[in-house]
């Protein structure tokens, strides 16, 4: 959508909305992930992930004001650049989590996984 418009050009009406409504929906989502990947660890190792996710999900939920005050302020190039940003961020939140959560889940038996398909 924020390819369409030139740096000058102003942004459409609802905008902010969107974008605000979607960031945060972005950060309730990491958020919750973060809860149920705590949840599953030893009692000794969630103080520890707790303090790590905490730190990358306050980085995350800055650069997702960085966006809303950008496209608050009408600026299309600091909002592409905040969006870019927050972007990445979220992805290297996801990547943790999947990460996280692959070390906490214990792998799925083979005879369950063939239930499962056979199943369908």
């Known amino acids: 959508m924020m390819a369409r418009y030139e740096a000058n050009e102003p942004l459409p009406p609802g905008l902010a909305d969107v974008v605000v409504e979607s960031t945060s929906a972005v950060l309730a989502e990491a958020q919750a992930a973060g809860r149920v990947i705590v949840?599953?660890?030893?009692?000794?190792?969630?103080?520890?992930?707790?303090?790590?996710?905490?730190?990358?999900?306050?980085?995350?939920?800055?650069?997702?004001?960085?966006?809303?005050?950008?496209?608050?302020?009408?600026?299309?190039?600091?909002l592409r650049r905040h969006l870019h940003r927050f972007e990445v961020l979220t992805s290297?939140?996801?990547?943790?989590?999947?990460?996280?959560?692959?070390?906490?889940?214990?792998?799925?038996?083979?005879?369950?996984?063939?239930?499962?398909?056979?199943?369908?």
Request: charged content about 20%; overall charge positive.
């Open 92 to 120: 290297a939140l996801w990547t943790v989590q999947l990460e996280l959560s692959a070390q906490t889940l214990p792998p799925p038996s083979p005879r369950s996984t063939a239930r499962v398909l056979v199943a369908r």
């Open 39 to 78: 949840a599953g660890l030893a009692t000794s190792q969630r103080r520890a992930v707790t303090a790590f996710l905490d730190a990358r999900l306050r980085r995350l939920a800055v650069a997702a004001g960085e966006v809303a005050a950008a496209v608050g302020d009408g600026d299309v190039a600091a």
